[in-house]
């Protein structure tokens, strides 16, 4: 008799046990979902999930957290695919995105997603067939006599193209006399602009005819209608061969970005390596900062030095910027093969101030785990805190992965200080991977230091923590709301 209620007894505690697994095993929580923004439209593609016969699309204008409901319309998908298109959107618009999985019995995934993603739909460039714009690829005096202009696309030459084409030096404001201006020899992407002798190394300002167009119609943008270059001293020549009449985007040595790393430091990032002029070489100043809202107001550019790590950056030490738009001017600088920048490719507008802030604090090193108390399954966390040499930093981030790929955010902590923390809500038997990254106030996340810890078998608590495992799989997944 006892032997029969013994069993009796076994048997009601292994079904019981087996109530959560069944439950969470319905439909699977759908995984990998990735967002391509597109022209009013995103595309959404994700991990299938075993047994759905479909799926559901969860998105809105603003993230959700845990039983909250998206404020866009949910949309259903017809079949068991694993993406789809969404449509009908506005371009410039964020889009928040999460997707359950929808069995043939009608189940659906309990939580959302994990992590939520994100697009904003563009409006994009529809080519030499129609695009919205033309573009303005290069601008440099090829010699004293010759300004050649690189475009995107095939162009119209417009009637009368020398009485159109103006060329202005800064210097005096004194026009530069445009003689002729004619396509490159085989070519209807590249005008060549025959002037009169230029000052070598003067700094001349070429303004482009509004009525330019592509040969699908496209325009110029407007702030490419003023390009600035610097006048050649090399002899003029009457042969058009060498004319450079394709120049691939990717190549040109131009001003890549600019970053305010401190309130008085830029960094200036270059595509090519370069050469800055020592004092003793003279020439024009190699930087020069405008305030696009001032132009009047002196910005001193105190000193400027190429880092060591990188000879494509340099870094300029200025003084403090206001709160607005800039634009950098670049001079007198090569590249390691002596080209000179010139042109476009030498200007940059950047933000100003805090708007310009890119760069994410330094992680945090030396991160690892312990195992604090096994039977309650606390793990404890210690590291050496970020340099935060910005002094901008905001918060860590604790990040946690149970497959060393897909992390999942679990902590925030504001306090910049913090060298420690303990993390609970873990299950026993499991490997997981933790990740701390550094935020400063403008946003920017580090990339983050990982570390691993295995938690083992916990012996005689394993059974009284069989069902919290269960929960503590899904404590920082978002529930669904379901409305």
Do not use: C
């Amino acid at each position: 008799m006892k032997n029969k209620i013994v069993k009796v007894v076994l048997a009601l505690f292994v079904a019981v046990l087996a109530l959560p697994l069944v439950a969470f095993a319905a439909v699977g929580t759908v995984t990998n979902v990735i967002a391509k923004p597109g022209d009013a439209r995103v595309e959404l593609s994700w991990t299938a999930v075993t047994g759905a016969t479909n799926y559901k699309i969860y998105h809105g204008t603003a993230p959700v957290s845990d039983n909250e409901a998206y404020n866009l319309p949910t949309i259903k998908t017809k079949n068991a695919a694993s993406q789809v298109v969404i449509g009908d959107l506005t371009n410039g618009q964020t889009y928040y995105f999460s997707v359950t999985a929808v069995d043939a019995a009608g189940n659906e995934s309990e939580f959302y997603s994990e992590p939520e993603v994100s697009a904003t739909p563009q409006k994009t460039s529809t080519g030499a067939g129609g695009a919205s714009e033309l573009d303005l690829l290069t601008v440099r005096a090829q010699d004293s006599e010759t300004v050649v202009v690189n475009f995107g696309s095939k162009i119209v030459m417009p009637t009368s193209a020398e009485q159109k084409f103006r060329i202005i030096y800064e210097f005096n404001q004194k026009p530069l006399k445009v003689v002729a201006v004619k396509f490159a020899p085989g070519t209807e992407d590249t005008l060549v602009i025959k002037t009169e002798p230029q000052e070598p190394g003067g700094d001349y300002l070429l303004v482009l005819p509004n009525e330019l167009k592509s040969v699908s119609g496209a325009s110029l943008a407007k702030a490419d209608l003023t390009v600035n270059f610097l006048g050649s001293s090399l002899l003029a020549s009457s042969d058009d061969s060498s004319i450079v009449t394709t120049v691939s985007a990717v190549d040109q040595f131009k001003v890549a970005e600019v970053q305010q790393l401190k309130p008085t430091e830029l960094a200036v990032k270059f595509s090519r390596p370069v050469v800055l002029p020592t004092k003793a070489q003279g020439g024009p100043a190699p930087f020069t900062v405008l305030n696009n809202n001032n132009p009047d107001l002196k910005i001193v550019v105190q000193n400027y030095t190429l880092a060591e790590e990188d000879p494509s950056l340099v870094l300029l030490t200025i003084d403090a910027l206001q709160p607005s738009a800039h634009t950098l001017v670049v001079a007198n600088v090569t590249d390691t093969t002596g080209e000179l920048i010139t042109g476009q490719n030498s200007i940059i507008e950047f933000g100003g101030s805090s708007l310009l802030d890119k760069l994410a604090p330094e992680d945090v090193t030396k991160l690892a785990a312990t195992i604090k108390d096994l039977q309650k399954l606390l793990v404890a966390l210690n590291w050496v805190k970020s340099a935060n040499t910005a002094n901008d930093l905001a918060e860590y981030i604790l990040y946690q992965s149970i497959d060393g790929q897909n992390f999942t955010k679990i902590r925030s902590y504001t306090d910049s200080q913090l060298e420690t923390a303990t993390i609970d809500n873990l299950m026993a038997n499991t490997t997981y991977t933790f990740k701390l990254t550094a935020v400063d106030r403008a946003g920017n996340e580090s990339t983050g230091v990982t570390t691993k810890i295995t938690l083992p078998e916990t012996g005689p608590g394993l059974v009284g923590l069989a069902f919290g495992s269960l929960a503590a799989g899904r404590y920082f997944a978002r529930r669904k709301r379901n409305r």
